[in-house]
């Protein structure tokens, strides 16, 4: 998303191949304290990566077809290996990095417009919601995408646990504060927190989600672990990673890269390929793994659902 390096979403393919599964266990061994012998013993770590986290019997949500089941999927390991999470760095690659960041105990703070603002942990909050299972596209405004298995619960069981007013507008939604572990923060050119927000007529829309899991897996940190906003008709930067504050307004949110650059990044932020970004087109996509480019679809294929949440917002800059 390139405001210092204007050209970064061009990287070519071959800078942005994915490190291999040999690296990733690796990388687990050392964060868990084991020497190179327990490389011998992949299903033993499993298993103690496993009863690591709390939540991890709770995935695969039951799958939900509702919405389609888009193919064909990106490979799990090209979608936790290429990551954007600028708190990290703004390069591609910040997997490794992002394995410092602490998930446990996690709290989220409700506030705003609300009955009663609270505080909650991720598994309280993971005790009182159905976790399903979702098929989504996925369109990063810098042209290449994904289809990812999430695993979460609707933005609005959120909601209806939070109990806005209802002269609340918009639910915004902001990541952990922690320059310590997310280096970037300590760069203050950056509005930090990343800040994102829906309308509340589109949090409540079906598609609008809260994913916690991945690949039928607690969501790995580099994608915005341990709860993470997923609107697959908008642009991939709406969806804000590691959430620890949710609060009701009804004012209309700064979001983090109106911030930096409002000319090119709005608040709307629904694909359209027939509206190019300033600086590149938006028609046509690459899928993560692929040397071929596609269309992009309208609302990145989620008309039907969302279409008619704009019918009276035509005045909008929709689109960017
Ligand atoms: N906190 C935070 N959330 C974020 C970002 C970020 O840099 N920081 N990047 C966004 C962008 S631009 C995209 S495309 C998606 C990428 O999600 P993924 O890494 O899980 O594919 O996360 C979004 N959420
Ligand atoms: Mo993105």
Request: include cysteine; proline fraction near 8%; charged fraction near 25%.
């Amino acid at each position: 998303m390139l405001i210092k390096r204007a050209k970064g979403w061009e990287l070519p393919e071959s800078k942005t191949t994915p490190e291999s599964h040999y690296l990733n266990r690796r990388a687990m061994v050392r964060a868990m304290g084991f020497g190179a012998a327990s490389i011998a013993l992949p299903a033993q770590l499993m298993a103690q990566d496993k009863s690591a986290d709390p939540s991890a019997g709770l995935y695969p949500g039951r799958r939900n077809d509702r919405y389609g089941v888009p193919t064909p999927m990106t490979a799990e390991k090209l979608a936790t290996t290429y990551n954007n999470f600028y708190e990290f760095g703004t390069d591609k690659s910040i997997w490794r990095d992002a394995q410092k960041l602490e998930v446990r105990p996690w709290t989220i703070k409700v506030g705003g417009m609300v009955e009663k603002p609270f505080e909650i942990g991720i598994d309280d909050l993971l005790a009182k919601v159905q976790l399903e299972e979702r098929v989504y596209r996925h369109r990063c405004v810098e042209t290449w995408s994904m289809i990812v298995p999430w695993s979460g619960f609707p933005v609005r069981s959120l909601v209806e646990l939070c109990k806005p007013l209802g002269s609340a507008k918009f639910i915004v939604m902001k990541t952990l504060s922690k320059p310590s572990v997310m280096r970037e923060q300590r760069d203050l050119l950056y509005p930090w927190p990343y800040t994102e927000g829906l309308a509340m007529d589109e949090a409540m829309n079906d598609l609008a989600f809260i994913a916690t899991g991945l690949y039928g897996k607690p969501m790995p940190k580099q994608n915005g672990a341990p709860l993470r906003l997923v609107a697959p008709w908008k642009y991939g930067f709406k969806n804000v990673k590691s959430i620890v504050s949710v609060e009701f307004t009804d004012k209309k949110p700064k979001t983090f890269w109106e911030g930096l650059q409002s000319s090119e990044y709005g608040f709307w932020a629904n694909v359209n390929p027939e509206v190019a970004h300033p600086r590149w087109s938006q028609a046509t996509e690459k899928p993560l793994g692929s040397d071929q480019r596609i269309p992009t679809l309208l609302y990145n294929g989620y008309a039907e659902f969302v279409a008619g949440l704009y019918t009276d917002r035509k005045a909008e800059k929709l689109f960017m």
